[in-house]
T-cell receptor, first 115, second 115 residues
Framework: GAVVSQHPSRVICKSGTSVKIECRSLDFQATTMFWYRQFPKQSLMLMATSNEGSKATYEQGVEKDKFLINHASLTLSTLTVTSAHPEDSSFYIC???????????FGPGTRLTVT | AQSVTQLDSHVSVSEGTPVLLRCNYSSSYSPSLFWYVQHPNKGLQLLLKYTSAATLVKGINGFEAEFKKSETSFHLTKPSAHMSDAAEYFCVVSLYGGSQGNLIFGKGTKLSVKP
């Protein structure tokens, strides 16, 4: 079956530093990937839609300069949290949409803790 | 606009008894609807999906859901709960129909299973 990986699975960083999270589709190609964040005991909120070879589309209220998204290939999208602050601590989940069958598959998530 | 409402934030059942997790949706289009399960600190797993075929959808682990257009509902059921079913469940509607579109998540229902 289709597998999406995320790396790292958990990361702790200091306030003011930047963190990069990778999302990879392992056995299929994805022209579109999605980034979500999930606060404790809450639902997933879509942050942005990442399209291969073009700029990401951000949801209202999401700072594009703070959450940098790069989708340079059909199997990799990265989310960089710049100048992280404690309020950015969250569970970040990506999904990738298979360009042939158009199904979305979710990664296992990355838990970010900013101290 | 598409939206989804999960009517119960928390459901508690005894092992071996039926499970009912309720979901109502609002959609301007013929919707695609999904149920996902999330175990603690884990990614999302697709339980089942409705994409305008049979209204009674069977999923994994004995779960099923029935699409009722007249009631705008897509409730998730299982005849007999197992301890391993304890998790967070999300009802999801797809924008523009099909899994091609962006996904809108409900707030989630936490299922507890008592021995």
């Amino acid at each position: 079956g289709a597998v999406v990986s995320q790396h790292p699975s958990r990361v702790i960083c200091k306030s003011g530093t930047s963190v990069k999270i990778e999302c990879r589709s392992l056995d299929f190609q994805a022209t579109t990937m999605f980034w979500y964040r999930q606060f404790p005991k809450q639902s997933l909120m879509l942050m942005a839609t990442s399209n291969e070879g073009s700029k990401a589309t951000y949801e209202q209220g999401v700072e594009k300069d703070k959450f940098l998204i790069n989708h340079a290939s059909l199997t990799l999208s990265t989310l960089t949290v710049t100048s992280a602050h404690p309020e950015d601590s969250s569970f970040y989940i990506c999904s990738a949409r298979d360009r042939i069958v158009h199904e979305q598959y979710f990664g296992p998530g990355t838990r970010l803790t900013v101290t | 606009a598409q939206s989804v409402t999960q009517l119960d934030s928390h459901v508690s059942v005894s092992e071996g008894t039926p499970v009912l997790l309720r979901c109502n949706y609002s959609s301007s289009y013929s919707p695609s609807l999904f149920w996902y399960v999330q175990h603690p600190n884990k990614g999302l797993q697709l339980l089942l999906k409705y994409t305008s075929a049979a209204t009674l959808v069977k999923g994994i682990n004995g779960f099923e859901a029935e699409f009722k257009k007249s009631e705008t509902s897509f409730h998730l059921t299982k005849p007999s709960a197992h301890m391993s079913d304890a998790a967070e469940y999300f009802c999801v509607v797809s924008l523009y129909g099909g899994s091609q579109g962006n996904l809108i998540f409900g707030k989630g229902t936490k299922l507890s299973v008592k021995p």
